[in-house]
């Protein structure tokens, strides 16, 4: 059972690591999922788009651990370091965040030029 095409799930921290589970599982009901701060693992096969965002003054996980996650996203999907943002980047960057949250799923928004960075950009 498909959810929405505009349900999103988003989580940090542990809830990153929920996301990034349900977009691994063949049952996935969501159109996409936004991991902040935890990455997924290098065998990472999502069913679904996704947008890894993670804090550029991250002090707890280190926001290089992103240059691998590119790799391993399905087609479509995104990775970015938000600047200016820690752990907390959607505290220390709620715009942003949403905003590269909403270019996942909007076309509007990637019109805009708000659309999360691109794998292999």
């Known amino acids: 059972m498909r959810a929405d095409d505009a349900a999103v799930l ?4 542990w809830g990153a690591m929920t996301a990034n589970a349900v977009a691994h599982r063949d049952d996935n009901p969501y159109a996409a999922v936004v991991p902040m ?3 997924p693992c290098r065998n990472f096969d999502a069913r679904s ?6 804090g550029a003054d ?10 691998h996650v590119r790799e391993v996203l399905p087609a479509g999907s995104a990775a970015a370091v938000v600047a200016g943002a820690g ?7 709620p715009d942003e965040v949403n905003a590269r949250s909403l270019a996942l799923v ?3 928004a990637r019109d805009q030029g708000v659309a999360p960075d691109r794998p292999g950009s």
Not at 10 to 13: K, L, S, V
Not at 49 to 54: E, I, K, Q, T
Not at 58 to 67: A, I, K, L
């Open 10 to 13: 988003i989580g940090h921290d």
């Open 49 to 54: 788009l996704v947008a890894y965002l993670h």
């Open 58 to 67: 991250d002090g707890c996980m280190r926001s290089r651990f992103t240059d």
């Open 37 to 39: 701060s935890v990455c």
């Open 87 to 93: 752990h907390f980047l959607h505290l220390d960057r």
């Open 106 to 108: 909007s076309s509007d």
